[in-house]
């Protein structure tokens, strides 16, 4: 009697900020060898995570493109927003899982890192109860964005601080005053009420614009209208140092 096949791996791979020679050795390794790539994007998009593997994929890889339900006429706090995309992540993890049970391994693009902030997180907590699932660690945005700034982030003893501008407005002004040194994820249609929480705090920021890519952009944040999608926000701390 033939035996089952083995079961394959499931690897979210952390690309890091953007730029190919970012990526760990692992992360290229894995990326050039495997037939099964899969990765985020938006509909009609390449996607910033295929972007950066451009060139790297093996002639006969098969992708795996998991394209975003639009969820943008749906407010956050409906419960018809957690639902859509929860569907969206069981079908990617069920196509994954069905791939691994019948011995394939499949790299998952995963951009920065794939446990910080990213969707990989959702097909982690449903895939890994039932195939093998490897993360490869990345290079963070915020790493890259205070490499950008030309500054430490943290000195001495400093509290670094990292939170989403989708906190209530209070919530993060409290957080901007409590701490030695910030990050700012998921800015966009935010940067009016992190201004208004910067000002509250009595605190000053810069934004660091497409970190690691060439487009590439630091400025005062008080200056910026619009904050594009690849942007993040960094007050440096000032502690102690010899």
Not at 177 to 201: E, S
Request: with cysteine; charged share 25%; aromatic share 8%.
């Amino acid at each position: 009697m033939t035996p089952p096949p083995k079961t394959g791996t499931v690897h979210g791979v952390g690309l890091g900020p953007g730029a190919a020679d970012l990526m760990s050795v692992r992360a290229d390794r894995l990326v050039r060898g495997t037939r099964h790539i899969a990765y985020f994007r938006k509909a009609g998009k390449p996607g910033q995570a295929r972007r950066i593997v451009e060139g790297m994929l093996r002639a006969d890889a098969v992708e795996f493109p998991m394209d975003y339900p639009v969820t943008t006429e749906i407010p956050l706090d409906d419960p018809r927003y957690a639902e859509v995309l929860a569907r969206f992540y069981e079908d990617c993890a069920a196509h994954l899982r069905a791939l691994a049970e019948s011995g394939e391994d499949v790299v998952v693009l995963a951009e920065g890192d794939p446990f910080f902030y990213g969707s990989f997180m959702h097909l982690y907590t449903r895939l890994s109860p039932q195939v093998p699932v490897r993360v490869v660690p990345g290079i963070t945005g915020m790493a890259a964005a205070w490499a950008a700034s030309g500054a430490p982030i943290t000195w001495g003893d400093d509290v670094l601080t990292v939170a989403p501008a989708t906190l209530p407005e209070d919530d993060l002004a409290r957080r901007i005053a409590d701490t030695d040194a910030l990050v700012v994820m998921k800015i966009g249609q935010n940067l009016p009420k992190l201004k208004r929480a910067l000002g509250a705090a009595g605190r000053e920021a810069v934004l660091v614009e497409f970190a690691a890519m060439p487009e590439e952009r630091v400025v005062p944040l008080a200056e910026v209208e619009v904050a594009p999608y690849f942007s993040i926000a960094l007050i440096h701390g000032q502690g102690r140092r010899p």
